[in-house]
Each structure stands twice: as C-alpha cells, then as structure tokens.
C-alpha cells in the first residue's frame, strides 16, 4: 500500500497543464473495439483505470499498446467476448464494453462492474436500453449475459441522463440497422466527446450535449488518431486546492465552459478568477467567504466529481454551507476523516452542514474513493502540521503524476510506500 505525507500551510504558485480527461478516454477505449482500423489515443493520462481498460481490452483478443503517452488500438483481431471479472470489478467504465463487445460479437458476457463505491450504482437503464436495440438479457451469478441476432435501431427515453447508459447505448447503435434517438440523454462534455470520437472512425452521430443523440446506424467503420478533450475535474481539483492553500495558480490546456458552475461558485467566495482562453487563473490570498448552498446535478448543474473537494474548501470558509449530494446515496464517506482534521461538519441524509473553520489541523487519514481521497490531499496542503493520506491507490485511479504537478506548485507531498 502507499501513502501520501504532506507539510501543509504552504501557498501554491505557478502553472500546471491539465491531463486528457479520464471520463472521456475510458468510453473512446471502449469505443475502439467498434473497428477493425487502427485507432491512435494521444496523450492518455498515466491513470490505473485507462491501465485496467487497456488490460481488458488486450483480454478481448485486441492489439492495445502504449507508445509513450499515446494508446495503440488494433481491434482487427479480437475474438474473446467474456470480459473477466477480476477486471470488470476493477472499474465502472467495464460496462461501457458491453455496448462495443456487443456491436462486434452479438454477444457479451461481464461481471457486474465496479468503481467508486459511492452509491448502488445500478445498471438498469443501461440494460433497458440495450434491450430496445434487440438485445436479450440474462443476469446470473453476477453475470449479465447478453446476445442478439442483430441490432436495430429504436427510440429510447433514458429515466435519468445516466452518463454510462448513454455512452453504452451510443456505442451499441453506431453499427444497428437503422436510426436510435436517446431522449434525456447526459449532457457531459465527455458525452460530445465520445461522439466526436465516433464520428471521426466513420459513424453518423449527432446531437450530444442537447439531450438527445441521434445514432444513424452505418456498415463500416475504419481507424484514426484522436485527441481526448482536457480533464475538467482534474482541471477543478487543482483551482479549488489553489483557492484552500492561497497563492497563484494558472492551470493550463482546460475548456473553461466546462467548468463554469466551479468558476461562478469559487468567484462567489472571493477569488480572483481570470480566464485567457485554455487557462484559467485563480488568485486568492486571504480566508474566502462561504457559499450558502452547493448542489450536484447532471451537467451542466455543478459536477458531482467535484463534491468533495468544494465540501473541504467550505470547510475552512468563513460562515456556513449546505452541501447536496443530488446522485450518489453514499457520497460523503471522506467526512469522517475531514472531521479528524478538525472541520465541523454534520452529514444528514444527502446534507453536508457545514460550519467554517479556520485551518484544518494536520493528522492521518484514509481515502475510500478516488474524489473523496482527493479531498483529503487538498485539505492536508491546506492544514497547519503534517497529515497523512492511507490508501492513496483510490486516488491513483483518476490522477495521473498527481504529487508530481502539485510539488511543482510549491507542495510539500512526498508518496511513501508502507
Ligand atoms: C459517470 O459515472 C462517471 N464515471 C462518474 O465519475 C460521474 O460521477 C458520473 O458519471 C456522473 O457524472 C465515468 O464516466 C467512468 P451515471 P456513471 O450513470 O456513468 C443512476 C469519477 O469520479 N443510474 O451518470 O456510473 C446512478 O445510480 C466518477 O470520475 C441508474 O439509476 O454515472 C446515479 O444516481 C465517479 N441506473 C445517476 O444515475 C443506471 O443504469 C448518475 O449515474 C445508471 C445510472
């Protein structure tokens, strides 16, 4: 197991460039076993979840090599539709698979997926919709067992905008016969990014960010070279632990547009915030006010995956914050080791109460997801004295050279191994 331990109080100055976004690259790898062409990923993050995607896509038979910071993808001689189940628990984005192994083999067989263990995390919509492109469907011993004669496209109205049914769907109906329109579809950036994705090895998508995808089924389907769109919240991650430790920050190669409900938030409690078209600035030198209410919703609502790293920064504002966990039931499992940093804040239902403090107060902690353990580190860079973060491997799944970028700021992180 490894560990972070960090020095706090330092402020944070200079500049750094932001990574591939993790939620785009993962379903563009899935993406990938659609063609037999030869597919070039550029610039992948050094993350354990694209390096568990690429694991199970070498077990589906298909040629998937590093080359640098590049993934090669050779898709042409895949012949395994069985997704192991050591892997599938490995990660969520295993169930993006299925929608790919299916197009290609009219059959799949996975484990019920794993992730973040932050909520129940079901898989419904994701199987209902691939049952209206013809798909039958058994689930047995923890299996999902799926085949089908063909493919056919066909209306589906999502209950949610699930990020995952949407990707899922997508890529199962880029090759059915015929047109698929998903209704409240997720609105994500990695949603129009997926799409673009596909797009670019010859299939006929349209309208992701609106709400509704509409997939035109085509034939063939060939290679190319591809530039995943910038990681929005790492992008957030590095600005909200810049506005917590004070100092100067440019983080660089983002889509500000991406994350302007972060922006409009961090400007609401006091900081600078100056944006130079893929850079943003944030300047903060002194205790920031708190925001009344933060609330996750889907995109373009404020994200989820950066819940956890506003509730530490609300944690040593000056006043009180609500925080609602509006999807995931079991999002706030870092506050208990926050309030070992001495931060006050009471979890009711979906509610995180918050009262400001003025530091955090240095001491060891354990991450049990990779946001919630993110958090962590920010409120030990933030904290008076010296703090240490356990099982720091959640957080290796999403933040590629993540002591690293934050150590060229002026943090004081070193990653033990115990
Ligand atoms: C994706 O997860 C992301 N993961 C998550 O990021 C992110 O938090 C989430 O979208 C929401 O933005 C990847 O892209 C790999 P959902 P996903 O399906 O697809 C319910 C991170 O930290 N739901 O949009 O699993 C579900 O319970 C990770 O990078 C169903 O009810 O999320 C949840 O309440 C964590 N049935 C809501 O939808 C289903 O079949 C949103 O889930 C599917 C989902």
Not at 256 to 265: A, G, Q, R, Y
Not at 276 to 282: A, S
Not at 357 to 369: L, N, P, S
């Amino acid at each position: 197991m490894e560990k972070y331990i960090i020095n706090g109080g330092n402020k944070l100055y200079g500049s750094v460039k932001i990574q591939s976004a993790k939620n785009a690259v993962l379903p563009i790898l899935a993406a990938a076993v659609l063609t037999d062409g030869k597919v070039k990923i550029l610039n992948v993050p050094p993350i354990s979840d694209v390096k568990n995607m690429v694991k199970i896509l070498s077990c589906l038979g298909c040629e998937a090599v590093y080359e640098g910071q590049n993934i090669l993808i050779d898709s042409s001689k895949a012949d395994c539709f069985e997704i192991p189940s050591a892997l599938a628990h490995e990660l969520r984005s295993s169930v993006f698979l299925l929608g790919s192994v299916i197009s290609r083999f009219h059959m799949a067989k996975i484990a019920y997926p794993g992730g973040c263990d932050i909520g129940l995390r079901p898989v419904d919509l994701h199987l209902t919709g691939l049952k209206r492109l013809g798909v039958q469907i058994t689930e047995k011993n923890g299996y999902i067992l799926c085949k089908c004669d063909k493919l056919c496209g066909n209306e589906i109205m999502l209950d949610c905008p699930s990020v995952g049914a949407t990707e899922n769907i997508m890529l199962a109906a880029v090759k059915a016969e015929g047109v698929t329109v998903i209704r409240n579809a997720a609105r994500e950036p990695e949603i129009e990014d997926l799409q673009k994705f596909l797009n670019c090895i010859g299939a006929k998508v349209s309208g992701a960010g609106s709400g509704t995808v509409r997939i035109e089924g085509v034939n063939e389907l060939h290679g190319c070279q591809y530039q995943p769109i910038p990681d929005r919240i790492e992008a957030g991650t590095f600005l909200i632990g810049a506005a917590m430790c004070g100092g100067e920050v440019s983080v660089e190669n983002v889509c500000p547009e991406n994350i302007s409900s972060l922006i409009h938030k961090l400007r609401e409690n006091g900081c600078k915030i100056h944006i130079n078209g893929d850079k943003i600035v944030l300047e903060n030198h002194r205790r920031l006010a708190s925001v009344k209410s933060i609330e996750t919703q889907p995109y373009p609502g404020f994200p989820t995956d950066l819940q956890a790293q506003a509730t530490a920064l609300c944690c040593i504002c000056n006043g009180h914050s609500i925080i609602t966990e509006n999807l995931f039931e079991t999002r706030f499992k870092y506050v208990p080791e926050l309030r070992k940093m001495g931060a006050d804040v009471t979890v009711i239902d979906r509610n995180a109460f918050v009262r400001g403090v003025e530091k955090f107060k240095g001491a060891t902690v354990v991450a049990h997801d990779l946001r919630g353990g993110a958090a962590l580190v920010l409120a030990a860079l933030a904290a008076e004295g010296r703090s240490e973060v356990l099982d720091i491997s959640h957080i290796d799944r999403g933040y590629g050279s993540f002591e690293y970028k934050l150590r060229n700021l002026g943090a004081d992180i070193v990653r033990v191994t115990v």
